[in-house]
């Protein structure tokens, strides 16, 4: 069986230099990296990279923790990770916790175990154990950051877009258009970026003297379902507003389809706005109105993140904002 001693004849060099060709091809010149590849190839010697990681304490592996992989706003995030983890010979290793704090700290020990290098939460939560009220990163975790959400609290690394300034650019725009009646569908309650998403809502009115109507706010929990529950309860009360606007696109299609129920004319008798721009909402009827989260960038940004910090770099910034986008379709119009 062939061994590096072997290689390293073939190519006329030391083991050490085969070695570090192999492990760190960086630290040779391209002259010796391409005589130890000839003689890798011609050799047939096959690099134990279990045990070469192993040396290195390193797995080449990032875990990613998604809330729930059946929804199609993560689709693209992971796809970024992916884009930059494979450039760069990385693994993304994918578990679907379901919002399970059993799930989530088992994902956190796969990390502390060594089987991975860091890990990536697209949720919430923080995946190890800590003491409620905890202000600060425990220098004990392992590298940890954060996508699309943050953690209210503890300031861990995290990329995502401005909420508040997203939630107020889609008041203004339907301020502008006329209305001033204008309801709110929120998501989960304990989500930091939902109360963000409110906190812009609320900003956007009182710019314009006018104040929160609680008959106007309604709680769902970013699916379908909730989102068309919410609004059929809107519709049921004394005044109805004349638009809604939902924390995420798919709150928004339920609601859609609860005013047709309804027998309202969209967006004539009431304009509809969502969040994310998934690509459903391209083919409702009428199309969606949306804020665009570009989850592509999202997902390449914290990986690229993540490759920075486990060669060593601390972030700058605990939080970095990229861009959003109004777009604005068929699902709004004037009063």
């Known amino acids: 069986m062939v061994n590096i001693k072997d290689v390293a004849k073939l190519a006329n060099v030391s083991i050490a230099t085969v070695s570090r060709a192999l492990a760190q091809p960086e630290k040779v010149s391209g002259k010796t990296r391409e005589k130890v590849m000839r003689a890798v190839q011609s050799s047939g010697y096959v690099v134990n990279t279990l045990a070469q990681n192993f040396r290195r304490r390193r797995s080449n592996t990032v875990v990613v923790m998604v809330p729930d992989i059946a929804n199609p706003f993560f689709a693209n995030i992971i796809q970024g990770i992916e884009r930059v983890a494979s450039s760069h010979k990385y693994r993304v290793l994918l578990s679907d916790t379901q919002g399970n704090e059993e799930n989530e700290r088992a994902c956190g020990?796969?990390?502390?175990?060594?089987?991975?290098?860091?890990?990536?939460?697209?949720?919430?939560?923080?995946?190890?154990?800590?003491?409620?009220?905890?202000?600060?990163?425990?220098?004990?975790?392992?590298?940890f950051l954060m996508a699309c959400e943050y953690h209210g609290e503890i300031p861990v690394p995290s990329v995502c877009i401005d909420n508040v300034a997203?939630?107020?650019?889609?008041?203004?725009?339907?301020?502008?258009?006329?209305?001033?009646?204008?309801?709110?569908?929120?998501?989960?309650?304990?989500?930091?970026?939902?109360?963000?998403?409110?906190?812009?809502?609320?900003?956007?009115?009182?710019?314009?003297?006018?104040?929160?109507?609680?008959?106007?706010?309604?709680?769902?929990?970013?699916?379908?379902?909730?989102?068309?529950?919410?609004?059929?309860?809107?519709?049921?009360?004394?005044?109805?507003?004349?638009?809604?606007?939902?924390?995420?696109?798919?709150?928004?299609?339920?609601?859609m389809q609860a005013c047709r129920d309804e027998d309202l004319v969209l967006p004539g008798e009431m304009s509809i706005v969502g969040f994310d721009d998934l690509v459903f909402?391209?083919?409702?009827?009428?199309?969606?109105?949306?804020?665009?989260?570009?989850?592509?960038?999202?997902?390449?940004?914290?990986?690229?993140?993540?490759?920075?910090?486990?060669?060593?770099?601390?972030?700058?910034?605990?939080?970095?904002?990229?861009?959003?986008?109004?777009?604005?379709?068929?699902?709004?119009?004037?009063?």
């Open 166 to 255: 997203a939630a107020a650019e889609v008041v203004t725009y339907l301020l502008a258009l006329g209305h001033r009646k204008i309801a709110y569908i929120n998501g989960p309650k304990d989500s930091v970026l939902c109360q963000d998403r409110f906190q812009g809502y609320s900003n956007a009115l009182h710019g314009s003297n006018i104040r929160v109507n609680k008959h106007w706010l309604a709680q769902g929990e970013f699916t379908l379902a909730s989102g068309y529950e919410a609004m059929k309860n809107l519709l049921g009360r004394k005044q109805r507003p004349t638009a809604v606007f939902c924390a995420n696109d798919e709150m928004a299609i339920g609601a």
């Open 281 to 335: 909402g391209e083919y409702t009827s009428p199309r969606l109105t949306t804020i665009h989260q570009p989850r592509n960038e999202i997902g390449e940004c914290v990986m690229t993140l993540m490759l920075e910090i486990l060669a060593g770099e601390k972030p700058k910034i605990s939080r970095i904002f990229l861009p959003h986008k109004l777009v604005i379709r068929e699902s709004t119009a004037s009063l």
């Open 109 to 143: 020990e796969i990390v502390t175990q060594k089987q991975a290098d860091g890990i990536i939460c697209l949720g919430r939560n923080i995946p190890f154990a800590y003491r409620k009220g905890r202000k600060s990163i425990d220098p004990a975790w392992p590298p």
